[in-house]
């Protein structure tokens, strides 16, 4: 992680710098020294705190970075969470990364713990998807989770999902399902996604693990639950927004994943401040 993280931030870092600082260094002697703060100005779930000083000590190892809250900290606006002191064009020169990526993890981490907050008292869970930026993705679910959500898979390599293109490709799910038994044994559970009540009842039959719901209607959804009965935990799928959440989480389903944690979190406004 630590080693994806370096890679990722000196990336970026350079994207941003390029050949340099021309207005700092125009501007700013090359010996100056400030202090900054960062600040909240709205309320948020903080996440990626250790990101933002990473990226200034990857500039510059002698900026001292002081956070006064801790990432999952539901802070209110005007919060000042952090103080930075060193060079002052390290620490230009870091500022925008530094504030673009927590930015972006603390909207995730914001609305993620808003999603959670309208499934109090039932039993659902809310999850995150693979539908995050290239490159970002531990980063994001980290996000996921400090708002209080629950990872789904990481990547392709390290759960069994057969979709409807895996199914339709494989024959049906009985045959799909068979085939990842003999080729993979008990190493993964098997997810099964249906569009369907007699879907959920061949994933039922071939002893799927997980099934998924896939865009059914709360009447669908609260039958197949019904249907399915304990025989396997139950995902609802498709959209899922702060408005239907706590609607579908209602039929009874044990887990409700929505993209839109990760692929539609607005970033949370944040700033930093030369004293």
Known sequence: ?????????????????????VTSEATIPPDARAGARMLAKQDLVLAGLDVSREVFHHLDRDIHFIATCKDGDRITAGTEFANLEGRTRSLLAGERVALNLLQH?????TLTAAYVERLKGTKARILDTRKTLPGLRRLEKYAVSV????????????????????IKAAGGITTAVSRVREKLQDRYKIEVETKNLDEVREAIAAKADIIMLDN?????????????????LVEASGNVTLETVRAIAETGVDLISAGALTHSAPAAD???KIK
């Open 270 to 272: 944040i700033s930093m």
């Open 105 to 109: 993890l603390s909207g995730i981490a």
């Open 147 to 166: 708002g209080g959500g629950k990872n789904h898979r990481m990547g392709l390599y390290d759960m069994v999902l057969i979709k409807d293109n895996h």
């Open 1 to 21: 992680m630590m080693n994806d993280l370096q890679t990722l931030i000196k990336t970026a870092l350079a994207e941003d710098l390029g050949s340099g600082d």
């Open 216 to 232: 059914m209607s709360l009447d669908a959804t609260r039958e197949a639950v019904q249907v399915i009965n304990g025989a396997a």
